[in-house]
């Protein structure tokens, strides 16, 4: 269970974006933001799972602990990154419906992990806990349709110019380097 959300929250990571026209132009610096923006609201969540990961299940506090951080980092980062999105605006003209499922999809997994966050919290630290943390998420999870998110990113990949901005960008490189 504890493999499946890291895994989701690192599948989201792997976000390009571009295609068609916009490939022959520059990145400006507001398409340089955007991917910064995407990155950086994926990198908490993935640093608080690293954390997540290392506990000992022998120590259900600590496990209470780490679970709670990384549904409060996500909750938070999450929802700034879609913020920061729907400020900066889609990156091109041709991705206006990329850029809109990304923030739909954003909004929706910070709304999951902030209701998850009081059941979460509710729960008692012990041997279970962990399986029932993870039910808790999926019952709050208000994510309509990850799979046709994850079709658009594999889409995405294939942008020369978008791969090269994630190269650059701080935020993304650590992403990817998962430290």
């Known amino acids: 269970m504890k493999k499946r959300l890291l895994a989701a ?26 991917v910064d923006a ?16 290392k506990q000992d299940a022998a120590n259900p506090a600590a496990v209470k602990t780490a679970y709670l951080k990384l549904v409060t980092a ?10 920061k999105l729907k400020e ?7 991705l206006e419906d990329v850029h809109e499922r990304l923030t739909k999809y954003l909004g929706e997994s910070a709304r999951s992990y902030s209701a998850a966050k009081a059941p979460v919290e509710k729960l008692e630290a012990n041997a279970a806990f962990w399986e029932s943390a993870e039910k808790t998420l999926t019952d709050t999870s208000q994510v309509s349709s990850p799979e046709e998110l994850r079709a658009t990113f594999d889409a995405l990949e294939k942008s020369p110019k978008y791969a090269a901005a994630m190269g650059k960008s701080a935020p993304c490189a650590e992403l990817k380097s998962g430290q």
Not at 15 to 22: I, R
Not at 38 to 53: I, N, R, S, T, V
């Open 9 to 34: 929250v690192l599948a989201s990571a792997v976000v390009l974006t571009a295609c068609g026209s916009d490939e022959d132009k520059p990145l400006t610096d507001a398409q340089g933001q955007w």
């Open 38 to 53: 995407f990155c950086g609201g994926l990198l908490p969540g993935m640093k608080a799972g690293q954390e997540l990961q």
């Open 74 to 83: 996500n909750a938070t980062a999450l929802a700034d990154a879609e913020k």
């Open 88 to 94: 900066l605006g889609p990156p091109s003209d041709e």
